[in-house]
């Protein structure tokens, strides 16, 4: 089955309805806003928003699943080194053993780590609500080459079709023989009779299918007609206008002392 | 006098770093509307000659061409591929290579060529429903292009093309992954086509196919043009006899021991054989 | 200046045609490092190899969009580090161009430029975003016991993420240059998007007779 890449979830909140431009906007500034933002609280506050729109747009469950997992292993990270090492510490919070915790470090990493689950939750909440072809379409719309649009649309077919490839060329070497497992040293030496195959039929196909793109026309400098339409208002435009407008006047803010 | 559609004029072609030409010597004249069958043994130049048509022989192999190819008026060397798509078509062997690898269904397959030519929204849909009924392959328009077999795919790839309404139509064996009925179906489509005045040039090895279907066939061996004229003619020439083939009824015909000239047709050789077909 | 002829390249057909497929060598390159269990990323074969074959636009571009579509996907934590991947895919492109790839000095130099790249690329946005760490085990516990004995945070956090780009780019580099010869010749100069003479001749026009 082709077209294993895209997290996108069927669905018809106020997020899958909405232009894909706007939900883009909106994930970018999240981010931005997140890494701008002085202190937790208004971090969290962005969070908590992020949050809401995530249970709006019915992907809690899968968004938990995913999530998680990228998340726990940064934040203990970050909390372990952190609240150990920071130079701004210097008041103790705990310690275990000889290993001393401060709160500032403490602190830091919760920041860090704050910001970082807002932006693995903005970008998710757009995956999980926008269809790849919808993001490439409104790109296109408002001016990326057709050329690139068929490098991203193009990529996400190959990526699992060459995935799909490497397992099979793993197989057929196992089956000649290469070993794949035991030491460090031995699974080092069977990485590139894995790849080089892979490489190579990756490869052969290239030149037939750009013969065959050319023999369509592709790359003739017409006007780009719209396949489809997004349902865009006015609602719309004013919040990616204010969202977009909102990241350079927080930085401002910053500068004359937003703490 | 018949507007020449496809002129060869003393072609010769060599890939880049080949020892020695494709094709040589080629002077071909193709008038608009004719069906042309191209045959021959492989490495014949068959393919080649497809390709300098389509003009991705000079552009896009690089190499040396002699002679001028010249394609409804304009000279190959004078226009780029993406250009002359416009009006000629060019159907490759391999199925799977052929479709954009970017649309994840099959009518937006199908409507891709027209949309890299600027055609309206309205036009594209309206193509992509005719084609696709065409070629029989409305019943797949939701699927995704990866899941199709190789005979479908090679319906696809030929849709793709129909639907940027080519005055000249080349295609590089377009059933061989097909079976008996997909290939039947494909021919059907072919024959109203060239009804319509579409230009066909079509490279294909199985001879009886070619005899029942092309009132002109082309011969090549060794990268030259061996014969040239109705099926009866190339094949009552030795050197077709003995490099190219023959197809089978002739073939029967011939050890037979039927006095020249053989039947090349189904329906010939049942009249020669003294059963008529009813 | 010289560097500038690097990206003077019309971008044909089958050069857009190859930046998905080295895209996709991108995602099985660190797919297979995950399946045989090696501990490395090994994520950026295919943006390398492109920069080599075919130079600094399609390198760059492979690696851009290889990172955006990881980011939106697998790991949205990697996002930042976009332009890190299209500046190394523009250095293996302009290495490429150079020819750096094809002699044991060049090779060195390769190496060494993609692993500054990558680790002073890198480092800024480590301290900007992520607390001056790079997210690895080993790596950080280096960052933490420097920053404890007195080092500057810039430097700890620059040995931090060099720890893993070292290792990591040398593998990258090497196998992408075996690759790169491992390919028939006829791939070499089919891909070669700038008209040189030489061993590797790319397409040239054809004579009108």
Known sequence: MAGGLSLYQEGASLLHRA????????????????????????????????????????????????????????????????????????????????????????????????????????????SFTTRPADITEALMQ????????????????????TLDMAVRIQDAQRSRGLETGGSLPKRARAYIPLMLPLVLSSLVATQERAMALEVRGFGLPVKRTNRYEFADNAIQRITRWALALAVPAAIVARFVGWR | MIEPAVVFEDVGYAYQEAPREAVSDINLRIGAGEWVGITGPTNAGKSTLCLLAMGLAPHFFGGTLRGKVTVLGTESRAIKVIERSTDVGLLFQNPFTQISGARERVDEEVAFGPECHGVAQAEVEERVEETMRLVGISALAARHPLDLSGGQLQRLALAGLLAMRPKVLLLDEPTSQLDPAGTAAIFEV???????????????????TLCELCPRIVAMVGGRVVADGTPQDVFGREVVQERVGLPVYTRLARSAALPAPWPVRLAESAKAFGAPIA | MGILNAFKVRMNTLAIVLIPVCIAIDWAGHAVASTLKLPLFLDSIGTVLGGLLAGPWVGGLAGLITNFISSGTVDPIAAPYSVISLAIGIAAGI?????????????????????????????????????????????DSLYAGMVKGGWPTWLASYIDEASGDIPDKLITVVVAI????????????????WRRTGDEKAPAPAPSV
Do not use: D
Request: glycine share 10%; aromatic share 10%; charged share 5%.
């Open chain 1, 142 to 161: 408002r001016g990326l080459s057709p050329a690139m649009g068929y490098v991203v649309q193009s990529a996400l077919q190959i990526i699992p079709q």
């Open chain 1, 19 to 126: 232009h894909p431009l706007t939900k883009g906007v909106l994930m970018l500034s999240a981010i931005a806003l997140a890494f701008i933002a002085p202190s937790l609280y208004w971090i969290l506050g962005i969070a908590l928003i992020l949050l809401i729109l995530v249970i709006v747009a019915g992907v809690l469950r899968r968004l938990i699943a995913v999530a998680l997992a990228l998340l726990l292993p940064i934040t203990v990270l970050l909390l372990a080194v952190q609240g150990f090492a920071n130079p701004a510490n210097h008041t103790v919070l705990f310690a275990i053993g000889p290993v001393v915790y401060y709160t500032e470090g403490l602190y830091i990493a919760a920041i860090a780590s704050l910001r970082i689950t807002c932006l693995v939750v903005a970008t998710f909440l757009f």
């Open chain 2, 190 to 208: 072919l024959g109203g086509l060239h009804e319509s005045g579409t230009t066909i040039v079509m490279v294909e090895h199985r001879l009886e």
């Open chain 3, 178 to 193: 075996v690759i790169f010869f491992g390919l028939p010749n006829r791939y070499r100069a089919l891909f070669s998007v």
């Open chain 3, 95 to 139: 290495a490429g161009y150079y020819g750096w790839h094809k002699t044991w000095p060049g090779r060195v130099a390769l190496y060494i430029l993609i692993v500054l790249v990558a680790s002073i690329g890198s480092t800024p946005l480590n301290m900007g975003l992520y607390g001056g760490q790079s997210g690895l085990p080993f790596g």
